[in-house]
Structure formats: C-alpha cells, structure tokens
C-alpha cells in the first residue's frame, strides 16, 4: 500500500470543524498530519474529479460554488450569484470583487473564462460532469456567462470541482501541454491554504495569514 504522508487534509479539517463551537475556531492552530492510502495523481486542478486530487485540492483553490460541510447543495464560493437563462443555455455569474490569488493578484472574469478555456484545451477530466458545456464569456471584469449546448440539469453543482486558477501565472507556461507539466507540480490558486511543499509521496500545505481557513465549513468568507 502506497502512503501519502504529512499533508494537511482541509477535508478533515473541516469535518472536525463542524463539530467544535464558534469560540473553538477563533484562533485555530498546530499542525494537522495524515496518512492516506494512496497519493494524489499530482496537483494539476484538471484531475480533480480524482478524489485523492480534490482532497488536496480543495482547500488550495476556489471555485464559483462549493458543498459546505454537512449540506447537499452549492453555496456560493467566488460567485455571489447567478442566474440561469430561461432556455436553459447560459449561466451568468457574479464574482466577488475582494478575493486575490497566493500571489497577490486579484481574482477577475478573465481568470474564469482562461481556466474554462485551458480546461477545454487540456481535455480536463472535470469537464466531463459540466454536460454539453461550450464555452466561457467575459461580460465585465467580475461577470462571467458559462454556455451549454442543451439544459444541464446539474450544472452548477459539478462547478463545485472546477478550480480557478490564475491566469497570469499559469498563461505563460501553457506551450504545447497546456500548463499540464507545470500545474503537476505548482498550484496557482486563490484558497486559504497554499503548497509549500510538494513531491510525488508528500505534500504540505500551510494556511494564508488572514485568510479564514474554516470557510470549507461555513459560508465563505
């Protein structure tokens, strides 16, 4: 059995937050390690329908909407709201306007159309739960339109596993994989964790300073 070691599991971390009180979580500290019974493919956002992927994943990366702890529906996650044409063929999104990726810069629609685009590109594996996704339209610099070519009836759901990245990270190393190398290794993510380490058999995350790394428990932030 292959051992993945000394990485902090967010997924366990917020199943263990649900159950404290609000005061228990006010100043969380101390170091989370644990041992899963396989490694994760590698860090590129485009396998994350491969769990032991999402598990790291989750906490390193936002996404428009996300499941939160102990519920069975999206909540909103880098959007604030959207809505659904009456045809059933386009979704348009609102982004918040304050959230910055690990390396400062800000998050906007172009960051959401280029991680839709790249996905296609790539064959991401997430895009096989989007239905007859088409395409990604920027209206403003924080209003996106997603488009299908039929009604998707759990569209916004499956969204909960397309992870934004940063453009003007991940742009300049696309070349002829479409950043697949360099996403393997690197994370360019706007989650309250980051990867500060990372090898095939071991990874470690630390949380961002001012960043509330219980929101996978609670509304975000």
């Not at 059995?1 to 100043?27: D, E, H, I, K, Y």
């Not at 994943?57 to 909407?65: E, F, K, P, Q």
């Not at 990726?101 to 064959?123: I, N, W, Y």
């Amino acid at each position: 059995m292959r051992s993945f070691a000394t990485f902090v599991s967010v997924l366990a971390l917020s199943a263990a937050v649900v159950a404290l009180p609000a005061a228990a979580l006010a100043q969380p500290s101390g170091t989370l390690v644990i041992a899963d019974n396989e490694t994760p493919e590698n860090l590129d956002p485009a396998n994350a329908t491969n769990s032991t992927v999402n598990e790291l994943l989750i906490g390193v990366y936002d996404a428009l909407v996300q499941f939160t702890a102990g519920e069975t529906s999206v909540t909103p996650r880098l959007a604030t709201e959207w809505s659904v044409a009456d045809d059933g063929l386009s979704y348009t999104f609102k982004l918040r306007e304050d959230v910055k990726f690990h390396d400062g810069t800000p998050m906007t629609a172009e960051d959401v159309k280029f991680t839709f685009d790249r996905l296609q590109a790539a064959s991401g594996n997430v895009l096989n739960d989007l239905g007859a996704f088409t395409g990604a339209e920027v209206i403003d610099p924080y209003t996106v339109k997603l488009n299908v070519s039929a009604p998707f009836g759990p569209f916004i759901p499956a969204l909960s596993r397309v992870y934004i990245v940063n453009k003007a990270l991940v742009e300049p190393h696309m070349a002829d994989d479409n950043a697949r190398q360099w996403l393997a290794a690197n994370e360019a993510g706007s989650g309250p964790y980051s990867i500060t380490s990372y090898n095939p058999t071991e990874a470690s995350l630390a949380g961002r300073p001012g960043s509330d790394g219980c929101r996978l428990a609670q509304p975000h932030r």
